[in-house]
């Protein structure tokens, strides 16, 4: 299919050429578009007045650490217990008040399936104050 500029009889062409006309609505179109500023949108929440008298910060000083070694024992505040004894000094330190802080560190090399057990107790025992402490000494773990 070839292009024509016009009849074969010589008579000029009467369509208007839109192609320009394009061409000027595109570079239009993508100069409203970089000058639009950038929508922000923002999310409103009634938030509380700040208190002028804060409490003071207290650190309980009653923390309960739970060890998993690398030989799968378990250590409680360093003393080695079974999994069935932890239940029972979970529900005795959430019988506290105020609750002491558990702070579960294990091993590099413990077992992941005791580890995982560990963590189903404590959930189980709905303990309030919980952490992972020592994860900083995995912070280079595998970047050699």
């Known amino acids: 299919m070839a292009m024509s500029g016009g009849k074969d009889d010589g008579s000029p062409m009467m369509e208007m050429n839109t192609t320009p006309l394009i061409d000027v609505m595109l570079v239009l179109l993508i100069m409203f578009i970089i000058t639009i ?10 938030l509380p007045a700040p208190n002028p008298n804060p ?31 932890l239940v029972t ?24 399936t005791i580890a995982n057990r560990l963590l189903r107790i404590i959930t189980a025992s709905k303990v309030t104050k919980f952490g992972f402490v020592g994860n900083e000494n995995f912070a280079t773990f595998g970047k050699q």
Do not use: R
């Open 37 to 46: 500023p950038v929508a922000t949108h923002s999310v409103n929440i009634d």
């Open 89 to 112: 000094f979970l529900e005795a330190t959430k019988a506290m008040n105020p609750e002491p802080e558990l702070q579960f560190q294990p091993e590099e090399y413990a077992s992941y």
């Open 55 to 85: 409490p003071p910060v207290t650190i309980d000083p009653v923390k309960n650490k739970l060890v998993l070694t690398a030989q799968n024992i378990i250590l409680w505040n360093g003393a080695a217990i079974k999994e069935g004894d």
